[in-house]
């Protein structure tokens, strides 16, 4: 094993799931573009390269955000392999990536009347569809989260407050209320069991998964006449941009379980609204009023 396939491995060992497939993925299309260019993958490398490489990606018709997001895995394994000592410095921690703008989410979530209609009409079709599209909608789980809710998660109560955990991503732990309306969605799917996976595939009563959420969304938004393609992140958009309905930042970010605000502020779909403008606070506090 070479060096740089030894500090491959050696970074990659920090993750697990589908961010070392991701990474993993990164990091081979690394190791292709400097053996198409007679270059050992990390000694020798320097900031020269990795900007090429960059703008290599550019050139494959990726868009900027892509380009940023391949870049993950290969700036995380020469950082690593120098403080490994494996090289001098790190060729990546200069490199010029191309730059986004983030001013907000570009998913296309639900409205107030779209999801209290998505909602509704979960619980017409199965109570399995209806416990999800709280879960989802309410609560805002990830398509992953929602599958692995078990029905011992909820059995606790905190303060007064019946409470879900979960382990989020990351390997996360979370905790977080179920209000009423959720916990009788939850309850109607559990039915007379005891513990176990909540949601069930309805037909043949085995637990869902990833591909079986999205699948279940998809039907809960065709049946309600939504006119677009709905995601279950569509539903967690749903539920984030509560900072539409006057939520503070601070708590949309909690119930996110976002480890920084500006990923919750990319939720944030009235931050254009006029009404809301500084400008007129500031008026109002040079004026007196």
């Known amino acids: 094993m070479s060096t740089a396939q030894l500090a491959a491995v050696s970074y990659l060992?920090?993750?697990?799931?589908?961010?070392?497939t991701l990474y993993?993925?990164?990091?081979?299309?690394?190791?292709?573009w400097c053996e198409r260019n007679g270059l050992d993958a990390l000694t020798g490398i320097e900031r020269a390269h990795v900007e090429l490489y960059i703008r290599h990606l550019?050139?494959?018709?990726?868009?900027?955000?892509?380009?940023?997001?391949?870049?993950?895995?290969?700036?995380?394994y020469f950082r690593f392999a120098h403080i490994d000592g494996l090289i001098t410095s790190d060729p990546a921690v200069y490199a010029r990536l191309p730059k986004i703008h983030r001013d907000e989410s570009r998913t296309q979530g639900l409205d107030r009347l779209e999801l209290i209609r998505f909602l509704q009409v979960a619980q017409i079709i199965t109570v399995h569809h209806g416990a999800l599209a709280y879960l989802l909608g309410i609560n805002a789980l990830r398509a992953s989260e929602a599958a692995a809710v078990r029905i011992e998660d909820y059995a606790d109560t905190l303060r007064g407050h019946r409470v879900l955990h979960l382990v989020g991503k990351g390997n996360k732990p979370a905790t977080m209320p179920v209000t009423v309306?959720?916990?009788?969605?939850?309850?109607?799917?559990?039915?007379?069991?005891l513990?176990?996976?909540?949601?069930?595939?309805?037909?043949?009563?085995?637990?869902v998964d990833r591909r079986d959420v999205y699948r279940m969304v998809a039907?809960?938004?065709?049946?309600?006449?939504?006119?677009?393609?709905i995601s279950p992140h569509s539903l967690r958009h749903a539920a984030i941009t509560s900072i539409d309905a006057g939520v503070p930042l601070r708590d949309a970010q909690i119930l996110a379980r976002h480890a920084d605000p500006r990923t919750t502020e990319h939720y944030d779909r009235a931050r254009g609204n006029l009404d809301r403008h500084g400008v007129h606070f500031?008026?109002?506090?040079v004026a007196g009023v």
């Not at 060992?13 to 070392?20: C, F, L």
């Not at 550019?58 to 995380?76: E, F, I, K, Q």
Request: overall charge positive; aromatic content about 6%; some cysteine.
């Open 13 to 20: 060992a920090r993750y697990s799931g589908r961010t070392h």
């Open 24 to 32: 993993a993925f990164q990091l081979r299309e690394w190791f292709a």
């Open 58 to 76: 550019g050139d494959r018709g990726l868009m900027n955000s892509s380009v940023n997001t391949m870049m993950h895995a290969v700036r995380g």
């Open 181 to 193: 309306p959720v916990l009788r969605a939850l309850e109607a799917c559990r039915g007379q069991r």
């Open 195 to 207: 513990c176990g996976p909540l949601v069930l595939r309805p037909i043949s009563g085995k637990p």
């Open 219 to 229: 039907r809960i938004a065709k049946t309600a006449g939504i006119p677009r393609h």
């Open 282 to 285: 500031l008026t109002a506090y």
